[in-house]
């Protein structure tokens, strides 16, 4: 295993979880493991482990580029993470509301719709013992 790959899991555990990297890994198959390990070194073992922009600022630039290129199905998982990367529910309707002015109104409307409930999903889950 190379340094960097190392790092990239270090990296999407302290971002995603636990849980969520243990799924991934499990669901992983012969397949799609090879892009598994391409996530691993390059989005998360070169781009989020790069101390370039602090985890906070990453996570709010990738909601706003998941909602303006209305890549929906990964906004949840982003979301999640907000309670990991110090993204707060203010700094996420400010981010969607960039993506309203500079991207269009739908997706960020959109993109908001999805973060609420995925919050309520997440508030539910605590509540829960």
């Known amino acids: 295993m190379s ?15 636990d849980a969520h990297v243990d799924r991934a ?6 397949f799609d493991r090879p892009f598994q390990e391409l996530i691993t070194l390059s989005a998360w ?8 922009i602090p985890r906070r600022e990453r996570s ?24 990991r990367t110090g993204a707060s529910k203010r700094d996420v309707l400010e981010t969607f509301q960039h993506v309203a002015i ?8 959109h ?3 999805i973060a609420r409930d995925t919050y309520a999903e997440m508030e539910q889950e605590e509540e829960t013992p």
């Not at 890994?25 to 012969?30: N, T």
């Open 25 to 30: 890994e499990a669901a992983a198959s012969d």
């Open 102 to 109: 500079y991207c269009g109104v739908p997706r960020a409307n």
């Open 60 to 83: 709010m630039l990738t909601l706003a580029l998941l909602a303006a290129m209305g890549n929906w199905e990964e906004i949840p998982m982003h979301i999640r993470a907000t309670a």
């Open 3 to 17: 340094d960097r790959h190392a790092t990239g899991m270090q990296v999407r555990r302290e971002v995603l979880g």
């Open 45 to 52: 073992g070169t781009v989020w482990a790069s101390d370039g």
């Open 111 to 113: 993109a908001l719709k």
